[in-house]
């Protein structure tokens, strides 16, 4: 099929058509190792249930013990001795017997990062994994939790993080079977990621979902020039569509031209009224498209329903430096940015847009301690993102992540973010196997 792309494992092509992929090699004596957490050196083992195989735990012993075992706080050291129930064994001839739908339905609510680790369990789910039917019971779970997604090339390979914010582990997930022309990552919507670059002179675009490690190249667009995209999925519908916006080539204005996964196509609409666009992310909120514009002063509003532009007169805040447009839920729309014009008076915060007046109304503002420690240079560069009413501030020169939680007016710091690469891409993402390329 043309566009679709093939992902290689282990030297072995596998088309990438497949609703699990070929991930992994199919041999079950030999566990997976393709997703894994990240960790940092190894520490020493001081788990009181490291040593309960042949130690004695009967009373008598226990009055004979004195001392701490080396290496254990006080509080390990008084449960060290306390009696350990033996495990309870689990008949084979029993669990073998589990029926499908049931095993299907234990599967699809495990960590989805988790679940190739049980790939190599035996030959049985290994190809349970590829099953429709566990990708239905799946479809039907609640979501994992959101995740960040950061790519980056290191020597034209790609490398790809993720973050789950539930489990606060980082996972390295293999991004080798992407083309060496994806550059640009556009973003994530509902377990579907979006990338673009450029082949040789041509702009392309594509769309993968990194589980599966299934991917394809979009059709080419009437106008095909590189500009700014954005994608969006439509669970209900099962379809997603991608976004480009109207841009300026030459001395000729592109006009929008949006992507429809159902009719496999791009359609053209009308071209944006002359205005003088900010640099910074586009954001998609309640089927509307919002971007910033500084002449005339205020934000450029596309809606996806009737394929048109209208501006909003939203005057942003005095001295703002730069700033970033966040979706949130229903219908919320935030700007994050600087203020201050010097850098001991600087400060990040939060603004609300107010639909009704289109004022941006503050409702939070970083601690001095976290902005001093994220940013500690005043012309340092960040980068910003959302969803599901969490913002994420990154900063690649300190080596970190903030999360500021709206709805529970919590910060709090993303952990191993040092680990990651300087350059790295951003964005929040929803692991799903469900999503499908097409």
Known sequence: MDGAGEASVSGSAVSSVKPMGNWFSGEVD????????IRGSGSRNTSPLGCVRSRNTSPSRQKVVKSKPRGLDEETAAT???????D?????NIWAMLPEDLLNEILARVPPFMIFRLRCVCKRWNAILQDKSFIKFHSQVPSHGPCLLTFWKNSQTPQCSVFSLPLKTWYRIPFTFLPQWAFWLVGSSAGLVCFSGLDGLVFKTLVCNPLTQTWRTLPSMHYNQQRQLIMVVDRKDHSFKVIATSDIYGDKSLPTEVYDSKLNSWSIHQIMPAVNLCSSKMAYCDSRLYLETLSPLGLMMYRLDTGYWEHIPAKFPRSLLDGYLVAGTQKRLFLVGRIGLYSTLQSMRIWELDHSKFIWVEISRMPPKYFRSLLRLSAERFECSGQDNLICFTSWN???GLLYDVDKKMWSWIAGCALQSYNSQVCFYEPRFDASIY
């Not at 030999?30 to 957490?37: A, E, H, N, Y």
């Not at 060290?80 to 033996?86: E, L, M, T």
């Not at 309870?88 to 084979?92: A, C």
């Open 80 to 86: 060290f001795c306390k009696a350990v129930h033996p």
């Open 398 to 400: 300190q080596g970190k």
């Open 30 to 37: 030999r566990c997976p190792k393709q997703v894994s957490p």
């Open 88 to 92: 309870v064994q689990m008949e084979d």
